[in-house]
T-cell receptor
Framework: NAGVMQNPRHLVRRRGQEARLRCSPM?????VYWYRQLPEEGLKFMVY????????ESGMPKERFSAEFPKEGPSILRIQQVVRGDSAAYFC?????????????FGPGTRLTVL | QKEVEQDPGPLSVPEGAIVSLNCTYS??????FMWYRQYSRKGPELLMY????GNKEDGRFTAQVDKSSKYISLFIRDSQPSDSATYLC??????????FGDGTTLTVKP
């Protein structure tokens, strides 16, 4: 059973470009979470999605950031007009259900570097 | 004040030592308590998951939760060099998201 898949593993963008990060949850998991980790810091929650629905986006900046989890295909975290401060590791996690079973399994992350 | 405070470390111990990692939290609504291990430039790996006060043991690892004090701990017995990593506590509610501590970096020296 494959784990959570993220691609690309490394992404380099120049200021003003767009970054698209993809996450495929574990088989049978319908809940996806995105977290951001700055150097030497813990993970900060960004957004929680189920298929075709955003459940909680309280941790996501209001501008330039968006996320989706379509009926078919991976979840996408999109950052428009990237700035140097967006440089970080972005981790996706998935769980089979929320609430009663909150175990979240993480992918290897996408390391975004903004030049 | 952060919702989850983790002892910052770093921590350096000799091989075979008992390691204690600790977090406190402020919101009594938190119901689920996790410990993750993260190797350098890798994703976090779930080590322990519990939702009740008391101890939960898995091999050399014991997770301890005290809801009355809002305090959680992870103990590692007979520590090995391969345990060298950053350990993250995480706490969750029924709402789905988890709130993480900033991590404690552990080095176990042979």
């Amino acid at each position: 059973n494959a784990g959570v898949m993220q691609n690309p593993r490394h992404l380099v963008r120049r200021r003003g470009q767009e970054a698209r990060l993809r996450c495929s949850p574990m088989k049978g998991h319908s809940h996806v979470y995105w977290y951001r980790q700055l150097p030497e810091e813990g993970l900060k929650f960004m957004v929680y999605l189920q298929k075709e629905n955003i459940i909680d986006e309280s941790g996501m900046p209001k501008e330039r950031f968006s996320a989706e989890f379509p009926k078919e295909g991976p979840s996408i975290l999109r950052i428009q007009q990237v700035v140097r401060g967006d440089s970080a590791a972005y981790f996706c996690a998935s769980s089979p259900v929320a609430g009663a079973n909150n175990e979240q399994f993480f992918g290897p992350g996408t390391r975004l570097t903004v030049l | 004040q952060k919702e989850v405070e983790q002892d910052p470390g770093p921590l350096s111990v000799p091989e075979g030592a008992i390691v204690s990692l600790n977090c406190t939290y402020s919101n009594s609504a938190f119901q689920y308590f996790m410990w993750y291990r993260q190797y350098s430039r890798k994703g976090p790996e779930l080590l322990m998951y519990t939702y009740s006060s008391g101890n939960k043991e898995d091999g050399r690892f014991t997770a301890q939760v005290d809801k009355s004090s809002k305090y959680i701990s992870l103990f590692i017995r007979d520590s090995q060099p391969s345990d060298s990593a950053t350990y993250l506590c995480a706490i969750g509610t029924n709402a789905g998201k988890s709130t993480f501590g900033d991590g404690t970096t552990l080095t176990v020296k042979p």
